[in-house]
């Protein structure tokens, strides 16, 4: 018999089985079914295990390693000290981390703040605030407030070290706290990826649970990471390669979904162009951004609403579509698969206005500013103008006839003067829908992941 692992997506809308030979750099197979959340995730991964064994007949599995990102998948709030400092850097922490950040808050938090907070569907607080040795009164204020709210969510506190035992005695015996690093140990020095390890072992040990995930416990032998967190995996390794072999390089992934439009790079960032100066935080190198409001079906509405009419008629004819019937289709229709050739050409659409968007807020700025030396320029973000790669990813990529007609969208014009996009990448795809597989397989041999990263990434 065939040995092989498999791997497991539970996402927001399918859930997408992946069979690799554990001999060979090859997938065998994949398979998919709606991702039955609301009933339980078994039916769904009975059923994309059916389709799969019909495509692979009876294999030997090694591992079957998952992900999530199901029921929304992991939700966190920020809590920091200034909006463009701690609390920025908390934000970029938990989207490291594979997570969504719902809301995030700054300064001394207040009982109103405190309410919506205890009145959310949040998974996680990510509490920081204050460097090392700097501003402590902030954050134990804020540790303060959750206590008394009695907060029943896990906390992860990544902030100044000086209130570190401070915080154990106002949390001791009262809230499930977790303490790592500070994410800004020194003021625009920012340490995420503590706080990103210390958010994906809360997420394996509690949060899987939570979501309904505890009857697969028998079928699998674990969930290790929320989806999000298993794409920026397979992103880092395929572009900065393992210790004996090299990766592509610099990369951008975005990842098109029913709910969310993900936008992850690996880039430096640094100016591209001389006479330009740095503002604002410094950027990671790995970085994940996440559009809550652009996506096909669950976010359709709002990636009406966020658009604008103007936006929508560049990607579609208003002379074919009622473009708000349409838009609202797909929002309440959530399951609503595309087949008439009018369907699939508005869905396209939409997934370019996904592309423009979400590269647009992903990406730098450049803006002109006069000093006494002459005309300079100054950039916040990264720049992405000479970036070489663009991958697309989701289902709307992974099976249109046009993938880089749709990651075209992504690239700069005109229309966005000082944006940062890039300008002329090369567009591969995800051919066989395995990214999140194969920043599974990374995790236990990532040299093989990166070999079949270079083979399955293909041009379009």
Do not use: W
């Amino acid at each position: 018999m065939r040995d092989a692992y498999l791997f497991i997506d539970f996402g927001s809308t399918y859930t997408k089985l992946t069979a690799v030979d554990a001999n060979a750099d090859e997938v065998i197979a994949t398979g998919k079914a709606y991702t039955t959340v609301e009933t339980d995730v078994r039916e769904g991964y009975l059923n994309a295990m059916k389709e799969l064994e019909g495509k692979t007949g009876e294999l030997n599995y090694i591992k079957r390693l998952a992900c999530s990102s199901a029921a929304g998948g992991l939700k966190i709030i920020a809590i920091g000290l200034v909006p463009e400092l701690t609390a920025e850097a908390a934000k970029r922490a938990a989207l490291g981390a594979g997570a969504r950040v719902t809301r995030v808050y700054s300064f001394r938090l207040n009982k109103d703040e405190m309410r919506e907070i205890k009145g959310s569907n949040a998974d996680m607080i990510l509490l920081a605030g204050g460097t090392n040795g700097g501003n402590s009164e902030v954050i134990l204020h804020n540790a303060k407030m959750i206590r008394e709210f009695e907060i029943d969510v896990p906390v992860v506190v990544a902030g100044n070290k000086s209130a570190v035992d401070e915080i154990r005695d106002i949390f001791e015996d009262a809230i499930d706290y977790h303490i790592t690093e500070n994410v800004m140990p020194s003021l625009n020095d920012i340490n995420v990826l503590p706080a990103r390890e210390t958010i994906r072992t809360i997420f394996m040990k509690r949060i899987v649970k939570a979501k309904g995930m505890s009857g697969m416990e028998g079928m699998i032998s674990g969930i290790l990471m929320p989806t999000p967190a298993a794409v920026l995996k397979a992103a880092e390794v395929l572009s900065m390669g393992t210790r004996d072999m090299e990766g592509i390089g610099d990369l951008a992934i975005i990842d098109i979904g029913g709910a969310t439009t993900d936008v992850h790079t690996i880039a430096e960032g640094a100016p591209s162009k001389p006479s330009v100066i740095l503002r604002g935080l410094e950027e990671p190198m790995s970085k994940r951004t996440v559009e809550g409001d652009l996506g096909m079906r669950y976010s359709a509405m709002s990636l009406y609403e966020a658009a604008g009419r103007r936006l929508v008629r560049k990607y579609l004819d208003e002379g074919k579509y009622d473009f708000e019937k349409e838009f609202s289709r797909r929002h309440d229709n959530t399951a609503f698969v595309s087949v008439e050739e009018s369907d699939i050409l508005f869905d396209e659409g939409m997934a370019r206005i996904c592309c423009d968007m979400s590269m647009k807020r992903h990406a730098g700025t450049v803006t002109a500013i006069y000093s006494p030396l002459g005309m300079m320029f100054a950039q916040e973000g990264k720049d992405l103008s000479e970036l070489p790669y663009v991958i697309g990813t989701g289902g709307i990529i992974v099976y249109s006839r046009n993938p880089g007609e749709i990651l075209k969208s992504s690239v700069f014009t005109m229309d966005d003067p000082d944006s940062l996009k890039p300008r002329h990448p090369k567009f591969l795809y995800d051919r066989e829908y395995i990214l999140s597989a194969m920043g599974l397989l990374a995790m236990i041999d990532s040299e093989k992941a990166l070999r079949m990263l270079k083979k399955y990434m293909v041009s379009c």
